[in-house]
């Protein structure tokens, strides 16, 4: 499966951002999809995860501003990115982990947030 990121960019502190992951085949059986992120000199870590069962996980930093959610129609999962701030710069990426317990990666998209 390749995953590819996309949206991410330069926006202010308060702003919003969506980013999306698309997949190469269906992501029916995907489970769970995720986004993580990596700032610069931090390891990478987990923003939110979604379960085939439409379950959601988030890091206590981003809940209430992030939305998770998953389009299987389009093999594409998402990333709603609200009130936005510094802290949050860092290089995005989607993460599909399937039935067999492959770990796939999309190739990161970063996000800057300006103050």
């Known amino acids: 499966v390749q995953l590819q990121a996309s949206g991410g960019g330069l926006v202010q502190a308060g702003g919003s951002l969506r980013l999306s992951c698309a997949a190469s085949?269906?992501?029916?059986?995907?489970?769970?999809l995720g986004w993580y992120r990596q700032a610069p000199g931090k390891q990478r870590e987990l923003v939110a995860l979604?379960?085939?069962?439409?379950?959601?996980n988030y890091a206590d930093s981003v809940k209430g501003r992030f939305t998770i959610s998953r389009d299987n129609a389009k093999d594409t999962v998402y990333l709603q990115m609200n009130t936005l701030k510094p802290e949050d710069t860092a290089v995005y990426y989607c993460?599909?982990?399937?039935?067999?317990?492959?770990?796939?990666w999309g190739q990161g998209t970063l996000v800057t947030v300006s103050s």
């Open positions: 993460k599909a982990v399937s039935v067999r317990g492959v770990v796939y």
């Open positions: 085949r269906s992501i029916f059986n995907l489970n769970p």
């Open positions: 979604i379960t085939s069962g439409g379950n959601t």
